[in-house]
């Protein structure tokens, strides 16, 4: 059967301040060096792979890191606003640790309903996020059919379109590790999808 697409599907590298599980969101951050490095590695990795088209999201961490893996590959580079990360509202730049000390019957609350939940000061919810990130990911597909390309986006975006392509409810998108600077791969054919390679 032929393949539609083959996507190369990447979270940005290490960012400064990871250690204190900062919630960045739309919050525009730098890589670490040792995220710059992770980000050589995937792109000495994908090297030598044929693909049409890179796109990341806006966002420097991932547009970075998209870039890195570009300096191989004579394609085009887009960063688009629809992949960044999911946003926090009043949560933006908090830690977990400030969240569950000032927060914890919001955080009550996205327990009980992750896919509605929305956090304070207009925060997106899993479900309005899932809507962009698909919306997003399908135009990306058919633009680009019958050919394979590298998507660069974040952890959450990661989850939302590997949950889509293993047929899992979003509520389960926490159960897909993703850690920075790794690599999935999925295929995609006319009926059927096929995860090769999850968190690599």
Partial sequence: MKRLNRVYLIRHGQVVGYENFTVYG???VDLT???ILQMKQVAERLRLIE???????DLKRSALS???IA????????SLQELREMYFGDWEGMTMKDIRKDFPEELKKRQEDLVSFKGPGDGESVRDFSVRITNCFERI??????????IVAHGAVNRIILCSALGLDQARMFNIQQDYG???IIDYFPDSTLVRLVNG
Wanted: proline fraction near 0%; hydrophobic fraction near 25%; charged fraction near 20%.
């Fill in 141 to 150: 597909l058919s633009e680009q059919q019958g050919k394979d390309i590298v």
């Fill in 182 to 184: 790794c690599l999935n």
């Fill in 33 to 35: 060096e040792t995220g």
């Fill in 26 to 28: 739309h919050t525009d």
């Fill in 51 to 57: 693909i049409s088209a890179i796109y990341s999201s």
């Fill in 66 to 68: 998209a870039r890195q």
């Fill in 71 to 78: 300096r191989y590959h004579d394609v085009q580079l887009s």
